[in-house]
Structures are given as structure tokens and as C-alpha cells.
DNA sequence: GTCTATAACCGGATAGAC
DNA sequence: GTCTATCCGGTTATAGAC
């Protein structure tokens, strides 16, 4: 059965995320998928070419969700931020070691994902974000918000979305009770609830 | 001259940023410091020794600037979040590597972050932390704010300042042009202005 | 497609001279 | 405090049988 390809990224994925691309162990992998080291190379010619089609194939996957909500015509900008959070918080608790290895490795020396985030950016990316700049504009110009810079904003979104899932562990520190599905969905709709009154504007502004 | 153990533990944070924990190089760090690998295990006893160092030292000192900031009676709720995120930020912008190292660390297998976090908290931070709760509560009773989480407040302010500095090498791929030191201001007043106009009441709410 | 065996190298850590 | 030399274990990757 050739899901074995499969399998091995499954678990390198974990395994990147727990240990971050140096600690990972290629043998570590082979275990945990149930196959022999030496099928990692025939699959995947290196440690570092492994990495890269977890990184790319996970992100195509978050441009495609993105692509879908981004389209013009559909939504205003307020349905529009809400459904982008969900999308995005969505994928991120179906992929939870995906946040992980990017907060691991898009940083420091390890050139992969800034080169793939690069590539996947000018490919796909590009429109969806100048779309969604766009809609902020407008609506800026409608005074429906305020004078938000909509890079700013898109920014915050995303710092938002991803680092709830990069400090689970260290809430556990604060919060011993914790539904566990409740706690994501509690986040979820604090983040809309700051985004969207966050944006509103204020009469007694300039 | 003995500041060699201070050049090694400069060296080291930067290296570990840089590579994380299982990709630094005890050589390497030796070689930026400007000492001998040996002269590093007559400072440290080893490596985890060594990065539990810095991850303690660096901690401390943002928790007592945050015990400045958080002191009964001083300050109203607004300016108090306003001079948290301008403290926060400030040092994680003269302390660029920390931010990087504790974001690669703080999940996954290295038990050591985590550790240290929980002792700390534990010593000196639970004060604080239950302060700031506390002024929330009573801005709510007052109707300042809306009706929010505290806890969910304080991780969105945690997560806005840290995100930048791990997130600079992606936002080069879309903003050319960056002024470098303004950059930096910008999203710090852009920081202050979601979290300041999303926690205001608004006339139309339940 | 799957496995064993091994090459070739590199890392943390220490012993011990000065 | 500082250095050289070295041990020992572990790592990626491949050769080659089945």
C-alpha cells in the first residue's frame, strides 16, 4: 500500500513541530510512521525536500481556503473578517502542528518556508490580499470604520488566529479548568469580537 | 577579563534564535564569542544549562518591568494597557532574539521553557496577573469597557506585541518599502488602537 | 516497494596541560 | 581562566539484496 507517502508526512509534520527542523530525527519519523528509514528516501530525496513539501502543500491549502472567501461581490467587510477568522482558526485546529513548525522556522537561518511563503504568495496570495485592502478602503471611505491602516489590520488578524494555537501549553499555567473544545471556541469569538469593535469608529474621533 | 561569560550568553541567545535549541552549535557560539568551546562548560555545566540561563534571566526582567507597571492605584485601566504594550514592546525590541527563541521553544518537546515560565509565574508574576484581572473587572462593573473576558484581553495584548518580532522576515515579502525604525512605531500605535477601541462599550449592545 | 548494513561525518562533553 | 586533543555516541544518507 503506497499510502505510506502519506503516513510519513503525518508524522514528520509532528515531529518538525515538536522537536523544530535540527531536533527532528529522520529514524524518529520512520517509527512513528510505521515504515523503514530508508522509504523516507525513496519518497523524499533529503531531510530538507521533506520539509519543503510539508510546508508547501500545507500552505496551498490555506491560500485555496482564503481564495474562497475573498471573492469579490460576495460579502461585506464585517461578514467578511468574521468568515476569514473562522476559516483560518478553522484549518489552524485541523492542522495544529502546521502553526508550530512555521513559528519554529520562518525566522533564523532556516531558508525553506521563507522561500515557499514567498513563491505561494506571488502565485496565489497576491490578489486575495490586495482584494481584501481594498474592501477596507471602502469601507473606510463609507466611514462604516475607522482610519485603519489595513495592513495593520490584516496583521493583527493573523497574529491573533495563529498564536493561540503556538501558547496553548503555557495557558494551561493560568487556566487549570479548561473545557478544552469550549477554550477554542471562547477564543475564537473573543478575537471577532476585538477585530470587528476594534475597527468600529468612534464619533468623538478626529 | 571574565565578561566572557556575558559574550557567551549574548552569542548563545542569538544562536539559538537563530537555529533553535537542537540546531545551535556550542562551537559556533564559542567561535562568536570569542572563546573557547571549553571556556563555555567552565561557565555552564552544559548546553541545557546554558539556555535555561537565558531563558530565565531574560524572563525576569520582563516581569519586573511589568510589576512597575502593574501598582495599585496608579493608574486608570486605559493608560494601564497603554504603558503594558509600550513596556512590552520596548523590550522585546531591545531583547530581539527572546521573542524568537521562546516562540520555537515554548511548545513542542523542550521541557525547559515551559519550566521556567511556570517558576517564575509562580514567584513573581500571580500578582501582577491577578491585578490587572482585577482593574478589568471593575472597569466592566463601571461600564468603561464591555462586557469582556480579562484572561482573553490579556492573551490578545500578549500575542499583538510578540507576533511582530517574529513575523518581520514575512512582512518584508509585502512591504518594500519599511522605514525600519518607523515600522515599528506604526504597529505599536496600531497595537494600542485595536485593543483600546475594541474594548469600548458600545450603546447598541445587550 | 521494502529492508539491512554501513559509510562518512559531526555533535556535546571532558581530561588534563598551562 | 584558557587552551588542545580526543572520546563516544548519534545523524543523514546511500548501496545493494530481496
Given at each position: 500500500m503506497a499510502d505510506s507517502r502519506q503516513k510519513i508526512i503525518e508524522q514528520a509534520t509532528r515531529e518538525f513541530?515538536?522537536?523544530?527542523?535540527n531536533g527532528?530525527?529522520?529514524?524518529?519519523?520512520a517509527d512513528k510512521a510505521s515504515v523503514n528509514k530508508a522509504m523516507i528516501y525513496y519518497y523524499f530525496s533529503s531531510k530538507d525536500q521533506l520539509f519543503e513539501t510539508i510546508i508547501r502543500e500545507t500552505f496551498s491549502q490555506i491560500f485555496a481556503t482564503l481564495g474562497k472567501i475573498l471573492v469579490p461581490g460576495?460579502?461585506?467587510?464585517?461578514?467578511?473578517?468574521?468568515q476569514m477568522i473562522y476559516a483560518h482558526i478553522?484549518?489552524?485546529?485541523?492542522?495544529r502542528d502546521f502553526p508550530k513548525i512555521l513559528?519554529?522556522?520562518?525566522?533564523g537561518k532556516n531558508p525553506i518556508p521563507l522561500k515557499v511563503v514567498r513563491e505561494l504568495v506571488n502565485e496565489f496570495g497576491r490578489d486575495n490580499i490586495m482584494y481584501f485592502?481594498?474592501?477596507v478602503e471602502q469601507a473606510k471611505n463609507e466611514e462604516k470604520i475607522r482610519n485603519v491602516d489595513a495592513m495593520q489590520t490584516l496583521w493583527s488578524i493573523i497574529a491573533l488566529n495563529i498564536f493561540y494555537f503556538v501558547t496553548?501549553?503555557?495557558?494551561?499555567?493560568?487556566?487549570?479548568?479548561s473545557d478544552a473544545a469550549d477554550v477554542l471556541e471562547n477564543r475564537k469569538q473573543a478575537i471577532i469580537d476585538l477585530v470587528l469593535y476594534g475597527l468600529l469608529p468612534r464619533k468623538d474621533e478626529e
Open positions: 513541530s515538536e522537536y523544530g527542523y527532528a530525527r529522520m529514524q524518529r519519523i460576495q460579502l461585506d467587510l464585517e461578514d467578511m473578517i468574521r478553522d484549518f489552524l485546529a485541523a492542522n513559528l519554529r522556522e520562518i525566522h485592502f481594498r474592501q496553548e501549553p503555557i495557558l494551561s499555567i493560568f487556566w487549570q479548568s
